[in-house]
């Protein structure tokens, strides 16, 4: 690329700008030619996101610069801030779809669409993407059967621009999860070009290069320090975006983050902790936006595998000793959705999350604690993620004090965040952690799948009920307007309420900070920045 | 060169000569002398600091937290309304415990397998040399961190990487300051008069090449604690809510631009404070053992 | 010396560090198979069950026996491949080579600026010992050492970014308005002059002062300690008060003469005060978002990524034994008494 157009796309809207003499002097560009500087605080360690290794920060690449079949539309919030809308499913690159009666086959007509490289998208392209989510392992294969398709003979290019889906038995989970970042489209010839017998799925080619239809292209990727997107003039798929050029920059300390911010620097920040997102709330020339995460919680995780916990009464004693409210405006900062407090022991509806019938009551828990087999308390390990000691370092050291207060002896034990997968998740062998799951597709169902049934990933306080385990298999691919829907998810989250093998805390909000002159920024469930909406006004 | 025990024929007008040479250095030089009284002040805090606290260091007050210094709070408190002050006061016996602990034990080990090579040579002394050699091809800091992130975060953890990494110091000093007197004439002396080596090694070579070594130590214990809390800000040091100056500066570092400057300020003074003072102490105990200056 | 021995030397010297090479890697190896994280999971991603795990730790060859899995590694070395970094998707090879001139650029400007300021405070003490200016000295140069680098990055961002805002954003190497010079050096600012982009090499320069101030604070003790050492000594030699009672000026008798023998123990000083400096340089990186491999290490650590840990242990060995081998090159050059038998 050459420097000086690189320059001259860099806008004036920059302070930092304006010390440079040069640019001072070029004329102001109309609105939708800018460059927008965003900061995140961690790595972006590849462009494609089938490949296995490839962190969550990544994702972002996948929502930018590639289209998906489906997308979803946007709502505004109470709050006047903007949220992509569950119940209003669009198409992205799909111009047209249709379910079947028995809603087993789904057919999709594309839009007339071109890859980056001026080649149409095909139906063929979206059956090689598909077929590499499903083949490839890991997490995109995972994700791909949350929507019940997990084998290539699933997918059928029936024409250049028809593509259809066979589904074992209809689920309402599979549309939306067309809208996820895995269910992209790649450009299947330019990718099979580079492909090699080792690798015949191109991995190492796009991991480098994406190859999309989306609407930004990387303009340039330095691993570890900054990411520019540019955008695709062709975009077939929606509204152009309004920044012609994002550089997105890799800022580890969440301080310096916050000073580039307060001082004009940069026009968003990502992920900013709680108590910088309130400070900065407060602050005159910057605009906070905390959305609460639909269907996410931040929760404590007694691990029935370790004795004491398996009686239901010290799990009950420890959700009426956990100070919520300190929790919340010293770990939380006030940004979250309180969990607790619920009025009583039913669940009057299927909202989800929605709060748990407790409080902090120490007699309550003290009594509880009496009656157990556990009288004088026990000692207990709580672990926590250090990559999120941002709200669980605080948090953990709340529910220590508290604990102790009813015989439970806490001794922390933080855990760095590269081992806490294999030990909270896969070998669930913590006796009490804090856990932070959040499901993609917003249904009570698709939460309880993976937190309360025996063996799921994120079950990780191994928790078992016959109920449960029945009343999930049987809402998981219901209509959500089906009859027995909701009281069955009702039922669900009552027994929730009594067994408490999850302790909610709270649900937790996504924060992002911006210039106040920064418009469009949209939450996603993903929790990934999606830079096409975002514009300056 | 002379050193402390070869020159006293008496040992009592030894130990008068050194207490006299002890009051020279002080009053010669007045930051020995500011460093002797720091050093006495933190180690009284360590010692009885626990009892004298106005606060409980873990006690949290959801009601007042991240308050400025104030006659209530003279540090001011922290995000969870625990008592700087307290907590600065009660860290000083968990930082000196790491910092003593692992200069002993860098010390005794290193100055060991130094003194058998500077002694024996040979073989003992080319691999006691190649594996120092290769600890100190780590940056140290770096060796720590992989120490530990390796073995776990505890407080032994953090002490055995600070001991290792400060090896090959101890191991160096006292090889090279063994193999001088190797072949001292006080050495021949009790070699002849049928001493076994280890003996002649223990109490003949040994005690002579101390003195530059309290030195090294004066000056590795302000390294340790700043070790300590350099692997505490990554996250790899002490476990909270234990009150540790690194640690409280680590999380404290991340209040300083929201303007609440007294969670990092005073445990960072504090960190600063000891660092300082033992390395004046090394500066000053050089004076001290130095025979040039003795005169 | 003559030509020969000297180049004895150096083959002695190389030879020398060719165990230590050894037990590096083989440290290095141990202790990357000791970190706790488990690769297999992180490469399986956030949604991966317990087959896909073992699935991925198969083909990443992590289930075969460790002295297998070092051979293997061993050969892969001797191929010069360094494996890829799980963290950052990229060749080993490719990161270090890149981030390598970050963190040396950083380190070398700090040196290079606490030389500035420890040498003429040593000589300053060493000039008047036990004065008030030496204790001054003194006082200065412990307390920089006795700062915890984080701890004064912050408080210089703060202070001269957040402030005063006389300081660029701590944004790395470079602000977003510029791009990366031609890469001929890998050192930005030597490369913009290169290419003679004057802009370029100013605002590079201006990234780099915070953060080298940072580390240069930190390594002041040492070199002027040693300074200050050096140069008591010789000044209290015969040949100093020789040449003092023989009338030559001051000046001419501390620079020319005491100072070109003091510098001896200094450049030596050097040596370790870098491999000081490299290892301060993970935190000072980490603070200001400096692409070197010091914040690339730790996080390579954090995430168990033996590739990156191993890739950066195997290069900082190198560069040591490169390093010592230098200085001792030097201290034969400047020995004036080994310049005395040329």
């Known amino acids: ?347 009057d509806d299927i909202q989800w999350p929605q709060p748990f019938p407790y409080h902090t009551n120490l007699d309550r828990a003290r009594a509880l604690m009496a009656e157990s087999d556990y009288p004088d308390g026990f000692e207990v390990p709580l672990s926590f993620d250090l990559g999120q000691a941002d709200w669980a370092e605080s948090t953990a050291l709340l529910i220590q004090e508290s604990l102790g207060q009813i015989g439970i002896t806490v001794t922390l034990d933080r855990i760095p965040g590269a081992n806490w997968r294999t030990r909270a998740l896969v070998d669930k062998q913590l006796p009490l952690h804090l856990e932070n799951f959040g499901g993609w597709l917003n249904t009570p169902c698709y939460y309880f799948f993976w937190a309360y049934i025996e063996g799921n990933l994120f079950n990780s306080s191994n928790y078992h009920s016959d109920e449960i385990a029945r009343l999930v298999d049987e809402t998981l691919f219901m209509e959500m307007d089906d009859p027995d829907y909701a009281p069955k998810i009702r039922r669900m989250i009552e027994i929730a309420f009594e067994d408490v093998p999850r302790i909610p805390l709270y649900q937790p909000t996504l924060n992002v900070a911006m210039q106040p002159n920064i418009d469009g920024y949209t939450f996603w469930y993903h929790r990934q920045l999606d830079q096409r909406v975002l514009h300056s006004r | 060169m002379t050193t402390l025990t070869a020159d006293g024929a008496s040992p009592l007008a030894g130990v008068r000569r050194f207490l006299r040479h002890l009051l020279y250095v002080m009053t010669d030089n007045p930051m020995t002398a500011f460093a002797f009284m720091l050093f006495l002040l933190i180690v009284g805090a360590a010692l009885v600091g626990p009892w004298l606290v106005p606060y409980d260091p873990l006690a949290t007050n959801a009601g007042s937290t991240l308050q400025p210094p104030s006659w209530q709070h003279w540090f001011g408190t922290d995000q969870l309304g625990r008592d700087v002050f307290s907590r600065v006061v009660v860290a000083t016996r968990l930082d000196l415990m790491i910092a003593v602990s692992a200069v002993a034990i860098a010390f005794v080990i290193g100055s060991t397998l130094g003194a058998i090579a500077g002694f024996y040579g040979g073989w003992a002394e080319r691999i006691t040399g190649r594996c120092m050699d290769t600890i100190m091809a780590f940056p140290l800091f770096v060796l720590a961190m992989g120490i530990v992130a390796a073995a776990g975060n505890t407080v032994e953890n953090i002490i055995y990487a600070t001991a290792i990494i400060n090896l090959p110091f101890y191991a160096r000093m006292a090889r090279t300051e063994v193999a001088v007197r190797r072949n001292a004439g006080f050495v021949q002396a009790a070699r002849l008069s049928g001493n076994a080596d280890w003996r002649i090694l223990a109490f003949q070579i040994f005690p002579n090449s101390l003195p530059p070594m309290m030195v090294q130590i004066s000056l590795n214990m302000g390294w340790a604690i700043l070790n300590a809390a350099g692997l505490s800000f990554i996250g790899l040091g002490v476990i909270p809510p234990t009150p540790e100056w690194g640690i409280m500066v680590a999380e404290g570092a991340n209040y300083i631009i929201s303007g609440h400057w007294w969670l990092a300020l005073f445990p960072g003074l504090a960190l600063m404070l000891a660092v300082f003072t033992f390395n004046l102490l090394g500066d000053g105990l050089r004076d001290l053992v130095d025979p040039q200056r003795r005169t | 010396m003559t030509h020969l021995a000297r180049s004895r030397l150096v083959g002695w010297r190389l030879l020398q560090a060719i165990p230590v090479i050894v037990g590096i890697i083989i440290v290095s190896f141990l202790l990357t198979r000791a970190l706790p994280g488990d690769p297999a999971a992180y490469f399986a991603g956030p949604a991966a069950d317990a087959a896909s795990i073992e699935q991925i730790r198969v083909s990443m060859g992590l289930d075969r026996p460790l002295p297998v899995q070092f051979v293997a590694y061993v050969q892969d070395l001797v191929r010069g491949d360094l494996g890829i970094s799980i963290s950052t998707g990229q060749p080993v090879m490719h990161e270090l080579t890149t981030r390598l001139p970050a963190s040396l650029e950083l380190t070398g400007v700090a040196l290079l600026f606490s030389i500035a300021i420890a040498m003429p405070l040593g000589i300053l003490a060493a000039t008047r010992p036990n004065s008030w200016v030496d204790h001054l000295c003194r006082a200065v140069v412990t307390a920089g050492v006795s700062l915890p680098t984080f701890f004064t990055g912050l408080a210089l961002i703060y202070v001269f970014y957040y402030l005063l805002g006389w300081s660029p954003s701590p944004m790395g190497r470079l602000d977003f308005l510029h791009l990366s010079p031609p890469k001929v050096t890998g050192f930005y600012v030597i490369d913009a002059l290169l290419a003679r982009d004057l802009e370029t090499a100013r605002a590079a320069l201006a990234q780099l002062l915070l953060p080298a101030i940072t580390l240069g604070l930190f390594t002041l003790a040492p070199i002027a300690r040693m300074t200050r050492a050096a140069m008591l000594q010789i000044l209290e030699g015969e040949f100093i008060r020789t040449a003092r009672a023989a009338g030559l000026p001051r000046r001419q008798v501390l620079f020319t003469y005491a100072l070109r023998n003091a510098i001896l123990p200094v450049i030596t000083t050097l040596g370790m005060v870098f491999s000081f400096a490299l290892g301060a340089n993970v935190l000072v990186e980490k603070v200001f978002s400096w692409p070197g491999i010091g914040s690339y290490a730790v996080e390579a650590l954090v995430v168990s990524d033996y590739a990156a840990v191993q890739g950066f242990v195997l290069t900082m060995a190198l560069l040591f034994v490169t390093l010592n081998l230098i200085i001792d090159v030097i201290y034969t050059l400047v020995d004036p008494r080994l310049g005395l038998e040329e």
Not at chain 1, 47 to 71: E, K
Not at chain 1, 160 to 176: D, G, M, Q, V, Y
Not at chain 1, 206 to 230: C, D, I, K, M, T
């Open chain 1, 1 to 347: 690329m050459n420097r000086r157009e690189f320059l001259k796309g860099t806008s004036v809207l920059t302070a930092g700008a304006a010390c440079l003499p040069f640019l001072k002097v070029m004329p102001a560009q109309a609105g939708g030619n800018e460059t927008l500087v965003v900061v995140m605080g961690s790595t972006i360690n590849s462009l494609d996101i089938h490949r296995s290794g490839t962190n969550r920060p990544s994702y972002q690449v996948a929502v930018n610069c590639y289209d998906r079949l489906l997308t979803f539309g946007t709502k505004t919030l109470e709050d006047g801030s903007l949220s992509y809308d569950y119940d209003n499913l669009q198409g992205e690159l799909a111009e047209s779809w249709e379910v079947s009666e028995d809603g087993r086959t789904l057919t999709f007509t594309l839009r007339e669409a071109t890859f980056w490289d001026g080649r149409p998208v095909t139906a063929q392209d979206v059956k090689w993407s598909f077929d590499r989510a499903v083949t490839l392992g890991g997490f995109p294969t995972t994700q791909m059967a949350a929507g019940s398709t997990t084998s290539p003979e699933q997918f059928e290019a029936v024409d250049e621009r028809t593509f259809r889906i066979t589904l074992p038995h209809a689920s309402k989970l599979t549309l939306p999860n067309l809208t996820t970042p895995i269910a992209i489209v790649i450009n299947s010839e330019l990718a099979l070009e580079h492909a090699t017998d080792d690798d015949p799925w191109a991995t190492e080619y796009l991991h480098r290069n994406p190859a999309g239809s989306g609407a930004f292209q990387v303009e340039r990727w330095e691993p570890g320090q900054q990411l520019v997107y540019r955008r695709n003039p062709d975009w077939a798929s929606g509204e152009l975006p309004g920044a012609e050029r994002i550089i997105l920059r890799e800022v580890p300390s969440a301080s310096t983050r916050r000073a580039l911010l307060e001082r004009g620097n940069i026009q968003l920040s990502q992920d900013v902790p709680p108590r910088d997102a309130m400070e900065l709330d407060a602050h005159p020339d910057v605009a906070v936006v905390s959305t609460p995460i639909e269907n996410c919680l931040h929760v404590l995780c007694p691990n029935l595998r370790f004795e004491p916990f398996q009686d239901v009464r010290v799990r009950q004693a420890i959700a009426w000793a956990v100070p919520y409210e300190a929790i919340m405006q010293n770990a939380a900062y006030g940004r979250g959705v309180p969990m607790w407090g619920g009025d009583n022991s039913t669940a």
